[in-house]
C-alpha cells in the first residue's frame, strides 16, 4: 500500500510563507493524483489544490488562488505546497492524499492519507 509523508508545517506569523512537502512512497501506479487538503478543529476537511503525477495539471481552491502553489518533483516522488501571504485562517492540519481521479477536489475520492502537519498563522 502507499504511504505519504508530510513536512514542513510550523507556527509563522501573518503574511509570511512555509513551504509544506510530501513524501510518497510505493504507490500504485493507479493513484496517479496528488492533493493537499486542510481541517481546522471543528471543521470538516478542505480542499486545498492538486496536482497530476503524469503531467503536472492543477487545482487550486479559490480560497488560496494566488497565494498558495502545488508542484511535484517526480525524481524525488515528492509534492510540495508553497505557501505565501498566510493568513490566520489558513491555520489547519495539512494533509497530503492520492487517489486515482485526476483533479479531483472530492475527499472521499482519495485512497491514501498521510498523518498531517501542523500549520498555525499568527495575527
Known amino acids: 500500500q502507499g504511504q505519504l509523508v508530510e513536512s514542513g508545517g510550523g507556527l509563522v506569523q501573518a503574511g509570511d510563507s512555509l513551504r509544506l512537502a510530501c513524501k510518497a512512497s510505493?504507490?500504485?501506479?493507479?493513484?496517479?493524483?496528488m492533493a493537499w487538503f486542510r481541517q481546522a478543529p471543528g471543521k470538516e476537511r478542505e480542499f486545498v489544490a492538486t496536482?497530476?503525477?503524469?503531467?503536472?495539471?492543477?487545482v487550486h481552491a479559490n480560497s488560496v488562488k494566488g497565494r498558495f502553489t502545488i508542484s511535484r518533483d517526480n525524481a524525488k516522488n515528492t509534492v510540495y505546497l508553497q505557501m505565501n501571504s498566510l493568513k490566520p485562517e489558513d491555520t489547519a492540519v495539512y494533509y497530503c492524499?492520492?487517489?486515482?481521479?485526476?483533479?479531483?477536489?472530492?475527499?472521499?475520492?482519495?485512497?491514501?492519507w498521510g498523518q498531517g502537519t501542523q500549520v498555525t498563522v499568527s495575527s
Open positions: 496536482i497530476s503525477r503524469s503531467d503536472g495539471t492543477t
Open positions: 492524499a492520492a487517489g486515482v481521479r485526476i483533479l479531483s477536489t472530492i475527499v472521499n475520492e482519495y485512497d491514501y
Open positions: 510505493v504507490l500504485p501506479f493507479r493513484s496517479r493524483a
